[in-house]
């Protein structure tokens, strides 16, 4: 167990260092620089605002200098917003994108799991084709999508704000445009998992010793069929971040995702590099922490593992 986790951290580490190096010199690749969009800018103030953000030193210079900086938490200061820097913005927008994410993973592992489970118990009926449709149409609209067409018919017909943060009713619309395909993707693993759980033996034992139905589903059935969903919520968390960053700016949300964007649009080098960076590390400490539960959850790997 101890060599999978310490391996898992090498890996983890390896990770974030590449996306670190292959940011920047991305970055530097790009033609032009930040300052010269700033009309006809006198060439005294243009050289003065590349030295004061280091873009006058060599590239291998200024990728060391940013490799310090980062292993001390400085991400430097926005080259747009010159009263703040990426820690700032990074402070203040990732709650909100946080909370707006787990908001929508809730929602959909919640959902997902129910209506997976419904159309396994009620194959072929009436319940199983309406999960399928929701999961079908799910899978099919982007996020994006979605989130215009609930501006559209919902936020017109329920009074629900179409744009603000603040309160729980500024999150309703925003979570549930952003928690329909990861929604639509556990129901469809949740379904084929319980139909293939429904089906060994050991499920046929326990109903021939009288046990509940009831039991017998939630104890024995739920418990093994929620394994797969397990495995992919890496894979989700990450889709939702990247899904995160169009649906702050439809719906005007304040968080990284919306900081994430204008920077592309200002080329706002020290803002696309920390917040890239700082996703990735996020990203990659989700993916670690569903290994580790994985490994937890699920017996056999953990033996697997430690052999």
Same mark, same amino acid.
């Given at each position: 167990?101890?060599?999978?986790?310490?391996?898992?951290?090498?890996?983890?580490?390896?990770? &974030?260092?590449?996306?670190?190096?292959?940011?920047?010199? %991305?970055?530097?690749?790009?033609?032009?620089?930040?300052?010269?969009?700033?009309?006809?800018?006198?060439?005294?103030?243009?050289?003065?605002?590349?030295?004061? /953000?280091?873009?006058?030193?060599?590239?291998?210079?200024?990728?060391?200098?940013?490799?310090?900086?980062?292993?001390?938490?400085?991400?430097?200061?926005?080259?747009?917003?010159?009263?703040?820097?990426?820690?700032?913005?990074?402070?203040?927008?990732?709650?909100?994108?946080?909370?707006?994410?787990?908001?929508?993973?809730?929602?959909? +592992?919640?959902?997902?799991?129910?209506?997976?489970?419904?159309?396994?118990? /009620?194959?072929?009926?009436?319940?199983? /084709?309406?999960?399928?449709? +929701? @999961?079908?149409?799910?899978? $099919?609209?982007?996020?994006?999508?979605?989130?215009?067409?609930?501006?559209?018919?919902?936020?017109?017909?329920?009074? %629900?704000? +179409?744009?603000?943060?603040?309160?729980?009713?500024?999150?309703?619309?925003?979570?549930?445009?952003? @928690?329909?395909?990861?929604?639509?993707?556990?129901?469809? %693993?949740?379904?084929?998992?319980?139909?293939?759980?429904?089906?060994?033996?050991?499920?046929?034992?326990?109903?021939?010793?009288?046990?509940?139905?009831?039991?017998?589903?939630?104890?024995?059935?739920?418990?093994?069929?929620?394994?797969?969903? &397990?495995?992919?919520?890496?894979?989700?968390? $990450?889709?939702? &971040?990247?899904?995160?960053?169009?649906?702050?700016?439809?719906?005007?949300?304040?968080?990284?995702?919306?900081?994430?964007?204008?920077?592309?649009?200002?080329? #706002?080098?020290?803002?696309?590099?920390?917040?890239?960076?700082?996703?990735?590390?996020?990203?990659?400490?989700?993916?670690?922490?569903? #290994?580790?539960?994985?490994?937890?959850?699920?017996?056999?790997?953990? +033996?697997?593992?430690?052999?």
């Amino acid at each position: 167990m101890s060599k999978f986790i310490l391996k898992r951290l090498a890996l983890s580490f390896l990770t &974030v260092f590449c996306v670190i190096t292959v940011t920047f010199f %991305l970055m530097h690749a790009i033609p032009g620089d930040p300052f010269r969009k700033e009309g006809k800018m006198p060439e005294v103030v243009y050289q003065n605002l590349r030295r004061k /953000y280091g873009l006058d030193k060599p590239k291998s210079e200024q990728y060391v200098i940013y490799l310090q900086n980062i292993l001390k938490g400085d991400f430097g200061d926005s080259m747009k917003r010159e009263s703040e820097t990426v820690n700032q913005m990074i402070n203040r927008g990732f709650p909100v994108s946080m909370r707006l994410g787990l908001q929508a993973l809730f929602v959909a +592992i919640i959902f997902g799991s129910v209506l997976g489970i419904l159309a396994a118990l /009620y194959q072929n009926k009436f319940p199983d /084709y309406l999960s399928m449709i +929701i @999961a079908l149409i799910g899978i $099919s609209v982007p996020s994006f999508i979605m989130g215009q067409l609930l501006l559209q018919f919902i936020a017109r017909n329920t009074g %629900l704000p +179409i744009g603000g943060w603040g309160e729980f009713k500024h999150t309703i619309l925003p979570s549930l445009a952003l @928690a329909l395909m990861p929604l639509a993707q556990i129901a469809r %693993l949740m379904r084929s998992s319980m139909l293939e759980v429904l089906g060994q033996d050991y499920i046929k034992t326990a109903r021939s010793k009288g046990i509940g139905k009831s039991a017998v589903i939630i104890k024995h059935a739920v418990r093994n069929a929620i394994l797969p969903i &397990v495995s992919v919520l890496g894979t989700m968390v $990450s889709n939702l &971040v990247a899904g995160s960053f169009v649906i702050e700016k439809i719906f005007g949300i304040p968080g990284l995702g919306k900081f994430f964007v204008e920077s592309i649009t200002n080329r #706002d080098y020290t803002l696309i590099m920390g917040t890239t960076i700082f996703y990735s590390i996020v990203l990659v400490t989700m993916l670690l922490l569903v #290994d580790l539960a994985y490994v937890l959850v699920d017996p056999r790997i953990k +033996i697997t593992k430690g052999a």
